[in-house]
């Protein structure tokens, strides 16, 4: 819910991304993996980027989470086709 907190608050919006073959390079907790980096090594990032998503003043934090969840999901959908 910190995304939204924060966006409700300043009156900003949320542009929504998912990245799909970062993890690879950059585990959680470890190091980056530099061959993966190289062009000639094959792995691709792919990025999407959606519409600006706006947090009304007053609408629960949990709402406008889980709305939010479900663009991000769309996107990573969109990217595994």
Known sequence: KGAPILAQHLKVPIVPVALRGLYEIWPRGKGIDWRLV???????VRIAVGAPVTVAPGEPYADAATRLRDVVDGLWQRLER
């Open 38 to 44: 190289w062009p000639w090594s094959g792995h691709r």
